[in-house]
């Protein structure tokens, strides 16, 4: 085997420093490599004619502790991953973190076979926050675990953002996929889209969840048939379903009214046939609905006769 460097010392094999002052030496006990720079401490690269070509910077720890780790003291970035397609001047790389780089490969990769591939954890700030132009933001798999596990204190413990693709994305073969945790909050939130409905409105593959706020009222949705925004199925999972924004009276017809009778079916017990056509059976059913709520009996579902009915339990 044959070594670069293989320096052995009482507090740092390697001691590197970048600067106009010397400055003091490692003041960390048990540290392989330290490193002091006015921008980057230790700067590592795989170059073109390198063997294995596999990172520019490796951790190892044989003993079931961590690989790599990265502290910071005034707010900034502890770990910064990037993955660009050229490095002309490796210090510009880094000067308006966080940015999403110019490359096609992984930021930050970590992977485990019995602990944690990469784990973040913050006070008051982000555990981990990934972002990606048309990717996957931060991507977890694991084969027994926990593909994705975030916690802190205060504020977010998983953080993704991405231009088109997964801002996160958990995947494991025998446990979770992901895991949400909050002791004082909610373990998840979805910030709403200003909407009252997303029918007809926005596309959808299936299997996702959509949270819409409109006049301060929030609703859930969920997408069981996928489609563009014409012909993909929204059911709304949580919330009063929006009144259509015009009063539905006799001979109407279409989706509305199927959704009337049917509602009609299960809180007020009717035997509609749902055929979504607004006939003197129908409207009988709406005027008796209208005398058990102690509204006017006009036989017309009007905004009130539409939230009273949707309202119900």
């Not at 795989?46 to 294995?52: L, N, R, W």
């Amino acid at each position: 085997m044959v070594y670069g460097v293989n320096v052995a010392g009482d507090r740092a094999g390697v001691v590197g420093r970048c600067g106009s002052e010397a400055g003091p030496e490692s003041d960390v006990e048990g540290v392989g490599a330290y490193g002091s720079g006015n921008t980057i401490g230790v700067f590592g690269q795989t170059v073109s004619g390198g063997i294995a070509r596999v990172a520019g910077v490796y951790g190892q720890d044989n003993q079931g502790k961590t690989g790599v780790l990265g502290t910071v003291m005034r707010g900034g970035t502890a770990v910064a991953g990037i993955n660009v397609s050229s490095l002309g001047n490796p210090l510009a790389t880094f000067d308006n973190l966080p940015n999403p780089g110019s490359g096609s490969g992984t930021g930050v990769y970590g992977t485990s076979g019995s602990g944690t591939g990469v784990h973040g954890t913050s006070n008051s700030g982000f555990g981990v926050h990934g972002m990606s132009v048309n990717s996957t933001a931060i991507l977890g798999h694991s084969q027994g675990g926990i593909g994705s596990h975030g916690a802190s204190e205060r504020s977010t413990g998983v953080f993704g953002t991405s231009e088109s693709g997964f801002g996160v994305h958990g995947n494991s073969n025998r446990g979770p996929g992901g895991v949400f945790e909050s002791g004082a909050n909610a373990q998840l939130r979805l910030l709403p889209r200003e909407m009252a409905t997303p029918e007809g409105r926005v596309a959808g593959a299936g299997g996702e969840l959509l949270a819409t706020v409109a006049g301060g009222d929030c609703r859930l949705w969920f997408c069981t048939r996928a489609g563009d925004p014409s012909s993909a199925s929204w059911d709304l999972v949580a919330g009063t379903r929006p009144f259509p924004g015009a009063p539905i009276v006799e001979n109407a017809t279409g989706i509305d009214v199927k959704r009337i009778q049917m509602r009609l079916n299960m809180v007020f017990g009717t035997d509609l046939n749902g055929d979504g056509e607004f006939g003197p059976i129908t409207k009988e059913a709406v005027s008796a609905f209208q005398e058990r709520e102690g509204i006017a009996q006009t036989g017309v579902v009007d905004a009130g006769t539409w939230d009273g009915l949707f309202a119900l339990t």
